[in-house]
C-alpha cells in the first residue's frame, strides 16, 4: 500500500520493513539501538503529530514558531470558549507543520477539577494522506 504524503510516495509494504522511518514518542529505548523507531507511516505520522502538540512555542531550537502552546493556554480564564480555543489551535497547528494529516475530530474533555488544576484530556482522531483509515492519539496537557 503506498500513501501520497506531500509529493512524496510513501510505501508500507514487506519490502521496506528493514527501514524506519524515525524515532517514536515518547522517547524510549528500542530493541535494535538507543531509540525505539517507527517502521510505518502511520506510527511516524503518529509520533509527529505528538511531537507537535506536547511542544510549547519558542521550545524548539531555530523553529520558535513550531508547536502549539497549548500548556500556557490552561493558565487562561476557564471561559466556555476555550475548548474551542483549544481545537482551533490544534487544527491550525497541525494545517501549517503536519499539512498530511486530516484532523477528522478533536474531543476536548475538561471537567471544573481538571479545570482548577490546569489539565485537559485531549483525542484526535486523524487519517493520513489519502488513506481513509482513521487513527486516534489521546495525551493529557497540564499547564
Do not use: C
Not at 486530516?102 to 489519502?130: C, Y
Request: aromatic share 10%; glycine share 6%.
Amino acid at each position: 500500500m503506498a500513501y501520497v504524503i506531500g509529493k512524496k510516495v510513501v510505501k508500507d509494504t514487506t519490502e521496506f520493513n528493514d527501514y524506519a522511518y524515525g524515532i517514536t514518542l515518547p522517547i524510549r529505548r528500542g530493541s535494535d539501538g538507543y531509540f525505539e523507531l517507527a517502521y510505518s507511516s502511520f506510527e511516524q505520522a503518529r509520533a509527529n503529530l505528538l511531537n507537535l502538540l506536547t511542544t510549547n512555542k519558542g521550545e524548539r531550537i531555530m523553529q520558535p514558531e513550531f508547536g502549539t502552546g497549548l500548556q500556557s493556554l490552561l493558565f487562561e480564564q476557564m471561559t466556555d470558549e476555550l475548548e474551542s480555543e483549544v481545537t482551533e489551535i490544534i487544527t491550525k497547528s497541525v494545517n501549517f507543520w503536519l499539512p498530511y494529516i486530516n484532523i477528522e475530530e478533536i474531543e476536548v474533555q475538561m471537567s471544573d477539577e481538571m479545570k482548577d488544576n490546569h489539565i485537559a484530556n485531549i483525542k484526535i482522531n486523524f487519517t493520513v494522506g489519502s488513506n481513509i483509515t482513521v487513527n486516534e492519539i489521546t495525551f493529557t496537557i497540564r499547564g
